[in-house]
């Protein structure tokens, strides 16, 4: 399944869940936010939600520092 992820075309090669496509891309999930053609998906809906081809995803990593 094809997806834009953060304006970048990235072909996804998992099962479609927010969970895959996180490890797919090396974040780490209890730091990051997610919308999905600008609307949010809360972290308690990663488990059921499903991608479909084409959709927008914009990921938000949290680093810490000072």
């Known amino acids: 399944m094809f997806l834009t ?3 970048e075309k990235h ?3 998992g099962d479609g869940t927010v969970a895959a496509l996180l490890t797919e891309l090396g974040a780490t999930p209890d730091h ?3 919308t999905v053609n600008g609307e949010l ?4 809906h990663w488990k ?4 479909n ?3 927008t995803v914009e990921i938000l990593t949290f680093v810490g520092g000072g």
Not at 41 to 44: L, Q, T
Not at 48 to 51: G, L, N, Q, R
């Open 5 to 7: 992820v953060n304006g």
């Open 11 to 13: 072909e996804h090669s």
């Open 32 to 34: 990051t936010a997610l």
């Open 41 to 44: 998906v809360f972290s308690r």
């Open 48 to 51: 059921t939600f499903k991608f």
């Open 53 to 55: 081809d084409g959709d």
